[in-house]
């Protein structure tokens, strides 16, 4: 097997990767991506942090919904979720409050103590103003959640 560097995928014109097979994007997934939305980054935003906005942690049996400022005629948010100060173990489905929450985990810990964060990107159905967690598991942590962006 060949071993190559980061570097020199990176520099790589035209990419390949291990044992000569070709690494290169098929014209309809640069198609796909342009015709779809535009992203639009902004200046991080921190919409949660329990450590100051609420009293406790967030028991994963929870279900919040969570205020997103600037989602008006937004398909999707892009944000950073982070638990810390962790007990037991547990899960967080971040989603659209519109539709119904996926059955698929967005951020998880396995322990006490720990900090975990996650990029999350959620399709937003419009005309939503927020996105919708829902804990899981036997534990409890303190969840803080920040909007990086916008998908148009």
């Known amino acids: 097997m060949t071993s190559i560097s980061r570097r020199a995928l990176i520099g790589a014109a035209p990419a390949t990767g291990l044992a000569g097979a070709a690494l290169a994007l098929h014209p309809s997934a ?21 450590r100051v906005d609420e009293p406790d942690k967030y028991d994963t049996s929870a279900a919040d919904t969570l205020l997103v400022p600037g ?4 398909h999707g948010v892009i944000l950073n979720v982070t638990v810390t100060e962790t007990e037991g173990a547990g899960f967080f489905r971040v989603a659209d ?7 698929t985990s967005n951020i998880n810990w396995y322990a006490d103590g720990q900090t975990v964060a996650n990029l999350a990107i959620v399709k937003i159905t ?3 103003s ?6 899981g598991g036997d534990g409890r942590a303190h969840l803080i959640v920040d909007v990086l962006g916008f998908i148009t």
Do not use: W
């Open 30 to 50: 640069a198609l796909a991506a342009t015709t779809s939305g535009a992203l639009e980054l902004i200046t991080p935003v921190r919409i949660q942090d329990s």
């Open 71 to 74: 989602l008006e005629g937004k």
């Open 97 to 103: 409050d519109i539709e119904p929450v996926p059955t």
């Open 126 to 128: 419009p005309p939503n």
């Open 130 to 135: 927020g996105i919708a967690v829902q804990g």
